[in-house]
């Protein structure tokens, strides 16, 4: 009687996941279609209710992180994205939030983490020709930068050519001079005496 139970709440449990599994199902159609219709905002809240069921939902996390971007979002989107590669087992999943994660940081201006999506995208996935590219592109801004950063650190002249030269030559005027003044100071003295 006892394994009858066991096997019997075993069933309704299974049960009530298939059914809530299904239930998610529908909520992700309905947000996905929000989302492709541009309603990014509906979207979102529908997949921020198949997260209250589900928080581990790996493609509620992706796409709420996609409709976040795409109000510019970028740091929440961010967040999520990195929140759906945690929890995915999805390698193909990953690669996109590792690569959707990447342009969020691209777009607040933080190349070093960039970097790092888009090379933990490549791993992930090495055929993707869109993480290769914007890897470049964002390694490129980087040595730019470092560059800049170098030449602002170099301290500048404040002189243009003509003011130098013309200082240069007030300089040599002075030396002359004073050379001048010296030799007029060192005339020998008459030791003799005129008695």
Known sequence: MKNIYTIFTCMLLFLKA???????????YKANQLYQSGNYPAAQELYNKVLERNPNNSIALFNKANALQQQK???????????????SNNTALKA??????????????????????FKESLLLNPNSDSARNNLQKALNEQQKNEQQNKQQKQPKNPLNKQQADNLLNQLRQQEKELQQYEKQKIKPVNTEKDW
């Open 18 to 28: 298939t059914a809530q599994n299904k239930q998610d199902d529908a909520v992700l």
């Open 96 to 117: 996109k939030a590792y690569y959707n994660s990447g342009v969020a940081a691209i777009k607040q201006q933080q190349l070093n983490d960039a970097i790092t999506a």
């Open 73 to 87: 979002n970028y740091e929440a989107a961010a967040k999520q994205f990195q929140q759906a590669v945690l929890v």
